[in-house]
């Protein structure tokens, strides 16, 4: 588990679980349970990644834990047993600490290692662990964003690290990093590590910016600002990381900004301004919007703050049509409840008409809106919204059906909840889904045929509950990050 929900397409899913079946993690087989935490010292905002087999100097081979905290300090534990760290570094530079919470409390009290890193087990000497952290100098004041990339084995800073991070993209003004936190998980794609910025609470002036950087040098390579011309247009997706499809390009979904309704004869706006769109990049000679989808009513979704950006976006597996047409698809759901399935080979621009430009929207699907991310297993999709149950909607002919094939009895309250699945192939398959509540997190395990059927559920404080948590699934064992630790779920011995 190497990257925000198992790879690239952001589907979520673990096909190569082995050990937890329904059969052993239902209640009344009595055996799964939570076996330990890992403390740590700081909120773990970011999704736990998973490396097998890997050599810790002195320490010998180990399955590695590696958890990024607020307070910007980075650990390495045991992923079988637990216990103290097998190292444990703070990205912090001299005089500095992590930053305050910018008088907003989406982040709080501390900001430091926010979006979920990405690793590379074959950079550097030994795999290498990318991150983006934020924190100020306490004597000056002044805040900083950089890219480091951190030795798997030791936490050394690898390829001259860290690099602050810097930026221009005219005519907007020059990317201020007290401004924006990295909220979306980072990408790895074809050597480049992209990033992307989201604000805080909307507050102050911002823009929507996208950075890649060379993952072997750290140099910056391209940048991009979706609203140049404008203002907002902040990309985070509850977290969510930027997908990308085999062919390297990159999709995601922006917040509530500045969309252009004047068309160029080629349908883009006239300015460049993309704020609540669907958006293709490439980076293939740089960073730029090769195509993109906005919602009919996208300016006034913007102006109430009903946009896109609180969900994430998902590229699907190749379907076929009716027609025998191999379709190439993306989905995502923001703030309006709508599930807009669109064709990655022509998203459909923006008309003031109708959603019919879209491949296929799905109005009203989540009732509350979504902030969260969805997940995909066998030819359905899996989505939890803001005081919804978690909704499994099947596919048909390159179409979803627009009635969900099953649902939870449970309902999940705000920010509604990003499941995780596990499966050996196409066997086995559970869908995990975290419930945040005023008494505590709660861990839920389903039948992903069935969401009808609850195979687990830990009870409320059996961990403390943080705001956008996306349980890891690895060999045998479930793991949460919580506001201290990351709680550790398996099989009882």
Request: glycine share 12%.
């Amino acid at each position: 588990m190497l990257t925000y929900h198992n790879d690239n397409a952001r589907t979520g899913q673990n096909l190569t679980e082995q050990t937890l079946t329904p059969a052993n993690v239902t209640t009344s087989f009595g055996k799964f349970s939570k076996l330990f935490e890992d403390v740590v010292d700081g909120k773990v905002d970011a999704q736990p990644l998973i490396k097998t087999q890997v050599t810790i100097p002195t320490l010998g081979t180990h399955d590695v834990l590696y958890v990024a905290t607020e307070h910007d300090t980075v650990y390495a534990f045991d992923a079988d047993s637990g216990g103290g760290p097998l190292w444990h570094v703070s990205v912090l530079g001299t005089g500095e600490s992590s930053s305050d919470d910018r008088g907003c409390s989406q982040v709080s009290p501390e900001i430091g290692i926010t979006s979920t890193p990405v690793i590379d087990p074959a950079a550097g000497p030994h795999g290498t662990i990318y991150l983006v952290a934020m924190s100020k100098n306490t004597t000056s004041g002044a805040y900083f964003q950089r890219i480091h990339a951190l030795d798997m084995t030791t936490g050394a800073e690898e390829f001259g690290g860290p690099v602050t991070v810097m930026a221009t993209f005219s005519p907007s003004p020059a990317f201020a990093p007290q401004q924006y936190k990295e909220r979306a998980g980072l990408l790895l794609l074809n050597g480049q590590l992209i990033t992307a910025w989201a604000s805080h609470c909307d507050a102050g002036a911002y823009n929507g910016w996208i950075m890649a950087y060379d993952q072997n040098t750290l140099a910056q390579t391209s940048v991009l600002d979706v609203t140049p011309n404008g203002s907002e247009g902040a990309i985070w997706q509850a977290g969510g990381g930027l997908a990308a499809d085999s062919t390297g390009n990159i999709y995601l979904l922006d917040a509530n900004g500045t969309f252009d309704t004047s068309l160029t004869m080629q349908g883009f706006p006239t300015k460049g301004d993309f704020g609540n769109g669907f958006l293709k990049l490439s980076n293939s000679s740089g960073l730029q919007v090769t195509d993109y989808f906005e919602p009919f009513n996208t300016v006034s979704e913007s102006n109430g703050d009903t946009d896109l950006g609180s969900g994430g976006a998902m590229v699907l597996p190749d379907m076929i049509d009716k027609n025998g047409l191999t379709r190439h698809l993306a989905v995502g759901a923001g703030k309006d409840g709508n599930i807009y399935l669109v064709d990655r080979d022509n998203m459909g621009k923006w008309t003031s008409a109708n959603n019919n430009n879209a491949y296929q929207p799905l109005s009203g699907a989540l009732s509350n809106g979504e902030w969260a991310n969805p997940a995909y297993f066998n030819g359905t999709l899996y989505y939890g919204g803001v005081s919804d149950p978690l909704q499994a909607f099947a596919f048909s002919l390159a179409r979803l059906v627009a009635m969900p094939s099953s649902k939870t009895t449970a309902v999940f309250n705000y920010p509604g909840t990003t499941p995780s699945i596990s499966a050996n192939a196409t066997s086995n398959a559970i869908v995990w889904a975290i419930e945040s509540g005023a008494n505590g997190g709660v861990l839920h395990a389903y039948d992903a045929t069935n969401l009808a059927t609850e195979l687990y559920n830990s009870g409320p404080s059996s961990f403390a509950a943080n705001k956008f948590m996306t349980p890891t699934i690895a060999n045998g064992k479930v793991y949460v990050g919580t506001p201290d630790s990351v709680a550790v779920f398996g099989l009882m011995p």
